[in-house]
């Protein structure tokens, strides 16, 4: 059994809509994952956003999950952890270091074009590199801070928007995103 966990803010809008069109997706296809979500900044069982609620149920879906704080228990759990932005994935990673290796922004995860897959993996090098010559006290040589910056610059977007406020069609949106991810993601696992 896999287990998957889907992170982001205050686990009320995006990451509990993932885990639960996931959820519909798995069980439609009779795979053997299992599904949590949580947030960075979450407070653990409050309901999820109304609006959020109201997507899922009117995809027939359930909308008995409630937010969750990222733990260490719940990061050592998971065999994957997707992020809905790039921040996220940091804030996991510095953290829970030992998740480098399984935690990723949903949309980099199903990224198809090898160039920028590959970019995607220089860039984690070199910022791992980085922050180990701050650990040891050391200057980050100008030439990695250059070739970081142009990484950064030439990457795509890789954050999916919060709709928290927003009207049900700002969350309609943001679903359809997810859900589009989600169903490139089944074909990756």
């Keep these: 059994m896999k287990h998957i ?23 439609r296809e009779g795979l053997d994952i299992e599904i949590r979500s949580a947030g960075v900044f979450a407070m653990d069982d409050h309901p999820i956003s109304e609006n959020a609620a109201q997507i899922l149920k009117e995809k027939g879906l359930s909308t008995r999950i409630t937010s969750n704080k990222v ?29 480098v290796d399984k935690t990723f922004s949903l949309k980099e ?26 650990s040891l006290g050391q200057e980050i040589p100008e030439h990695i801070k250059q070739k970081l910056l142009k990484l950064e610059t030439d990457m795509p977007n890789y954050d999916i928007s919060d709709p928290f406020g927003g009207t049900i069609g700002d969350y309609q949106i943001v679903a359809g995103e997810i859900e589009e991810l989600l169903n490139k993601l089944l074909k990756e696992l």
């Design 5 to 27: 966990l889907f992170v982001c803010t205050g686990n009320t809008c995006r990451s509990p809509m993932a885990e639960g069109i996931f959820a519909g997706l798995v069980q």
């Design 71 to 99: 733990t260490e228990e719940w990061v050592d759990w998971a065999d994957y952890i997707f992020t809905m932005t790039m921040n996220h994935k940091r804030h996991v990673i510095e953290y829970y270091p030992q998740a």
């Design 109 to 134: 995860f199903v990224e198809e074009n090898t160039n920028i897959t590959n970019q995607l993996e220089e860039r984690d090098q070199l910022i791992a590199e980085a922050q180990l010559k701050i």
